[in-house]
């Protein structure tokens, strides 16, 4: 994998320097209304890379305002050809800024840019994907049982005005499983991105300008949750969220959303878990089971954290993962060698490490990682090398939590039965891997697991025509799919009567 350019990476630190990024409402590139704005750092060297304008209530209201006035305007008249149209075009356009894009999130995140690259094409096959969807987006006609000589059909139209809160671990995919059902099926958007990441979904903004999206369809206002999100979760004119998080912050939009009983999806954590069994392919299922649980420093939201291992082949599994973990190359994203990246701020750095140190007291056994990685090159970045615990118990915090970063917890199991219970036994249920050569015991697991996904010999595999979401704590509601399409409109009922003549 080749090196990005450096010569476009001085080019986005230049433009990134020149002066506060604003942000988009109405089609109009503007500031905030109270001035605020807020700092976005380089989490691999704690450099400053941008001021960025920081929305408040003001500003939710005016992009709120416009998504509406976009929504009973010129968007709401448009054919679905025409918006499948823009898609394709914003597609297009994403395909030859991608490396572009691609850089912006791992200055922004850390993610490696191998990381990002990798993503290139399952992001847009979902943008094409939802192209596709904007014109095949049917009703239903129905025969009445209960009366004669009416015609009764149904007809599906989009919910309104979307708010999407988007997290910081996937900034551009964020935007993209956001923007692309509200693209097709006729809604418009604010979308806040995190504080932590704004630049990314800041350049789709452009790109979907640029594609001719209209004025006021997409609406981009960083900020900080409890102000920015706040608002727009609570807000009146907002007919869904569509969010991505944690938990706490989820049950925070649910009570905002009493106020006029606007629609939810929520995506929500995990503490996902991933069983090996002694018949599996233990050579593929090592390196698997270490990125199931180190993709992006750990911060994935369905990573397989909690690893149980059949007790026959436990003791060399754990070991094997271990020693992949420590061959692991930690460092700064841009280096296309890197595997591993910095977590996104001091501050969750902080946190995870607080994970580490609980592991250790409440009794596990720390077998590879478990601090900062040594050198000078690594002193200023929010690095943690990846970090595995053996002898893990099932009420052990590192084994309930979610951590977000590259925490991995071993754990022996000794039947089929016991470890369905024990993956259960967790108020999450996004994900869930099983690694075994029996066919029977594969379709058994599938079926009982509590997860929104389940993948058999692999882990974490996405694909834009199948969904993607979260038993119990993990959420409501689908990513990908026509199922999310669903989340997005409402359906009439409609009869009519006549008389033959």
């Given at each position: 994998m080749h090196a990005p350019d450096p010569g476009l990476i001085?080019?986005?630190?230049?433009?990134?320097?020149a002066g506060p990024q604003p942000m988009l409402i109405g089609g109009d590139w503007t500031q905030a209304a109270a001035g605020q704005t807020f700092d976005s750092h380089d989490p691999a060297t704690g450099e400053r890379l941008a001021s960025v304008a920081r929305a408040g209530s003001e500003d939710i209201d005016r992009a709120v305002a416009a998504a509406r006035a976009a929504f009973d305007g010129p968007w709401g008249r448009m054919r679905p050809a025409e918006r499948q149209r823009i898609l394709l075009r914003l597609a297009d356009l994403v395909e030859a800024h991608f490396e572009e894009l691609c850089i912006l999130d791992t200055l922004d995140m850390g993610a490696p840019i191998r990381h990002t690259r990798g993503a290139k094409d399952w992001l847009l096959g979902l943008l094409r994907y939802y192209a596709g969807m904007a014109t095949a987006l049917y009703g239903q006609t129905v025969t009445p049982s209960t009366t004669s000589d009416i015609f009764a059909c149904t007809v599906r139209e989009p919910v309104g005005v979307v708010g999407a809160i988007v997290p910081w671990n996937g900034p551009l995919i964020a935007s993209i499983w956001k923007a692309g059902p509200v693209l097709?099926?006729?809604?418009?958007?604010?979308?806040?991105?995190?504080?932590?990441?704004?630049?990314?979904?800041?350049?789709?903004?452009?790109?979907?300008?640029?594609?001719?999206?209209?004025?006021?369809?997409?609406?981009?206002?960083?900020?900080?949750?409890?102000?920015?999100?706040?608002?727009?979760?609570?807000?009146?004119?907002?007919?869904?969220?569509?969010?991505?998080?944690?938990?706490?912050?989820?049950?925070?939009?649910?009570?905002?959303?009493?106020?006029?009983?606007k629609r939810l999806s929520l995506e929500l954590?995990?503490?996902?878990?991933?069983?090996?069994?002694?018949?599996?392919?233990?050579?593929?299922?090592?390196?698997?089971?270490?990125?199931?649980?180190?993709?992006?420093?750990?911060?994935?939201?369905?990573?397989?954290?909690?690893?149980?291992?059949?007790?026959?082949?436990?003791?060399?599994?754990?070991?094997?993962?271990?020693?992949?973990?420590?061959?692991?190359?930690?460092?700064?994203?841009?280096?296309?060698?890197?595997?591993?990246?910095?977590?996104?701020?001091?501050?969750?750095?902080?946190?995870?490490?607080?994970?580490?140190?609980?592991?250790?007291?409440?009794?596990?056994?720390?077998?590879?990682?478990?601090?900062?990685?040594?050198?000078?090159?690594?002193?200023?970045?929010?690095?943690?090398?990846?970090?595995?615990?053996?002898?893990?118990?099932?009420?052990?915090?590192?084994?309930?939590?979610?951590?977000?970063?590259?925490?991995?917890?071993?754990?022996?199991?000794?039947?089929?039965?016991?470890?369905?219970?024990?993956?259960?036994?967790?108020?999450?249920?996004?994900?869930?891997?099983?690694?075994?050569?029996?066919?029977?015991?594969?379709?058994?697991?599938?079926?009982?697991?509590?997860?929104?996904?389940?993948?058999?010999?692999?882990?974490?595999?996405?694909?834009?025509?199948?969904?993607?979401g979260g038993y119990k704590m993990s959420g409501f509601g689908h990513e990908s799919g026509t199922q999310q399409l669903e989340e997005y409109m409402q359906v009439k009922g409609v009869w009519i009567a006549g008389e033959m003549r």
């Open positions: 001085a080019a986005i630190k230049t433009r990134l320097a097709a099926t006729g809604c418009t958007l604010v979308l806040k991105p995190s504080e932590e990441a704004p630049l990314s979904p800041l350049r789709f903004a452009e790109l979907a300008l640029q594609a001719g999206l209209p004025p006021g369809v997409l609406n981009v206002v960083p900020g900080y949750g409890h102000d920015a999100g706040a608002a727009l979760a609570a807000h009146p004119g907002v007919d869904k969220i569509a969010f991505t998080g944690s938990v706490p912050t989820a049950q925070a939009i649910m009570r905002a959303a009493a106020g006029n009983l954590g995990g503490k996902s878990p991933n069983i090996v069994f002694a018949d599996a392919d233990l050579e593929a299922a090592v390196p698997a089971a270490a990125w199931a649980a180190f993709a992006n420093a750990g911060q994935v939201c369905s990573a397989g954290t909690r690893l149980f291992v059949e007790r026959a082949v436990h003791d060399d599994f754990v070991a094997a993962v271990a020693r992949y973990a420590a061959g692991l190359k930690v460092g700064s994203g841009l280096d296309p060698a890197t595997e591993i990246g910095p977590l996104v701020s001091p501050r969750q750095l902080e946190r995870v490490r607080g994970y580490v140190a609980a592991g250790e007291e409440e009794g596990a056994r720390l077998l590879a990682g478990g601090d900062r990685p040594t050198g000078a090159a690594l002193a200023a970045g929010s690095y943690l090398a990846p970090t595995v615990f053996g002898e893990v118990a099932d009420h052990m915090r590192i084994a309930r939590e979610e951590i977000f970063g590259p925490v991995l917890a071993a754990m022996p199991f000794d039947s089929a039965e016991e470890v369905l219970a024990r993956a259960n036994a967790s108020p999450y249920g996004l994900g869930a891997g099983v690694w075994t050569r029996d066919v029977g015991r594969a379709h058994a697991f599938a079926r009982r697991l509590q997860s929104g996904s389940v993948w058999i010999n692999c882990y974490n595999v996405l694909d834009p025509a199948l969904p993607f």
